[in-house]
């Protein structure tokens, strides 16, 4: 699929990091560092702007090592970025950790995976079907 893309950064455009990745590594594109004390978020620029095709969104999604090891993700996670979108591509990160963390020019900061959606036409009704689960909740189909 090609997407139209303009790189206002100073990083090349965003690259899979193997032939069988489903995210798209995303770079912060900084003047200078950004500190993110503890539980801070910030908005970090990617200079990246893109048109999606109809029926498409991009989601925004953390790094796993990022997360596992410094405690920062995405806070709105996925974040979604409409076809219809046309402004810079921008990630909210937080940091979770008791630590400080640095947000470095060109550091990879989030994943961005394409994918296609589609919309709903509400059909309004008096009763929906039977289902083995039922309108159990959260954690009702038991632990395994």
Not at 38 to 67: C, D, F, K, M, N
Not at 80 to 108: Q, W
Request: proline share 6%; net charge negative.
């Amino acid at each position: 699929m090609k997407v139209k893309v303009i790189n206002k950064s100073r990083h090349a455009l965003p690259e899979y990091a193997t032939s069988l990745s489903a995210g798209l590594d995303l770079r912060a594109n900084l003047d200078e560092p950004i500190v993110l004390e503890s539980l801070q978020r910030a908005l970090v620029p990617t200079g990246l702007y893109i048109a999606l095709p109809e029926g498409y969104e991009a989601q925004v999604r953390p790094r796993s090592g990022l997360a596992a090891k410094k405690g920062v993700t995405v806070l709105n996670s996925p974040g979604t970025i409409d076809a219809d979108y046309r402004g810079e591509v921008k990630v909210i990160l937080v940091n979770l950790s008791k630590e400080p963390f640095v947000v470095e020019d060109g550091e990879r900061i989030a994943q961005m995976v394409v994918a296609r959606h589609e919309q709903v036409q509400w059909e309004p009704c008096e009763e929906l079907d039977d289902t083995e689960r039922g309108a159990g909740g959260f954690g009702s189909t038991g632990r395994q």
